[in-house]
């Protein structure tokens, strides 16, 4: 009943969401539940989980999806069970195939330089703690100037971090991307901060909670 499941891996510690796409057979449920069991068979979490209106319900086609909340949990990996209607009871619980794996998000303590010019890209060294994984990611947010109605040309940028350890992990920021532009203009109400927020993520789906900042010296944001 289950087609697929979005994120493949939990961060520990920190409420999450487990979105699945069901089958077409599954129709569109509204009391779907989930419910999570650790290795030694002791259930840990169980959720009531809301559809998702991505749909029209007149749509035989188009696999429903559910959204199921999950509480903080500890590393590990956990086996789920997910039943279509929950009021059916335990016995209506059927295992999924394969578990899911929680893990330990990188935490950034601090980042050198915390600053740099908006005309170029700027190395950083982050340094924290269970940052060295596989596939270690930099993920930059350039959010809008508070109270502006919109925001920078370029809202995230990814990229590789490079020389990653356990404590740390070198990023390069990208210059510093200006307010939204239509033709040689700035589109009017756009106001980019001179602040980019900035993780690490271990997988595609796992990110650092807490984001450091660095900060664009000369950066202007410029409103119409």
């Not at 578990?99 to 005309?119: C, F, M, R, T």
């Not at 033709?183 to 595609?204: A, F, I, K, N, Y």
């Not at 796992?206 to 900042?213: C, K, S």
């Amino acid at each position: 009943k289950v087609r697929s499941r979005w994120p493949a891996v939990l961060p520990a510690s920190s409420p999450s969401n487990l979105q699945l796409t069901l089958g077409l057979e599954a129709g569109r449920p509204e009391t779907a539940g989930l419910t999570l069991w650790a290795a030694n068979g002791t259930q840990v979490a169980s959720s009531d989980c809301k559809l998702v209106p991505d749909c029209d319900p007149r749509d035989d086609h188009c696999p429903a999806t559910v959204k199921c909340p999950t509480p903080a949990l500890d590393v590990g990996t956990y086996n789920l069970r997910f039943s279509v209607d929950r009021s059916c009871g335990p016995k209506s619980f059927e295992p999924l195939q394969g578990g899911i794996d929680v893990i330990e998000p990188a935490h950034i303590d601090a980042l050198e330089p915390s600053q740099g010019p908006s005309n170029k890209a700027t190395t950083i060294k982050l340094t924290g703690r269970d940052i060295g994984e596989p596939y270690t990611n930099c993920v930059f947010t350039f959010p809008a100037a508070p109270g502006a109605k919109l925001g920078c040309e370029m809202p995230m940028s990814v990229r590789g971090a490079e020389q990653v350890t356990s404590t740390s992990a070198v990023c390069t920021v990208p210059a510093w991307p200006g307010p939204m532009m239509q033709g040689d203009h700035p589109v009017e109400g756009s106001v980019c901060s001179r602040e980019v927020l900035v993780q690490l993520t271990q997988t595609t789906d796992v990110y650092d909670p807490e984001p450091v900042v660095f900060r664009y010296e000369d950066a202007v944001g410029i409103l119409v």
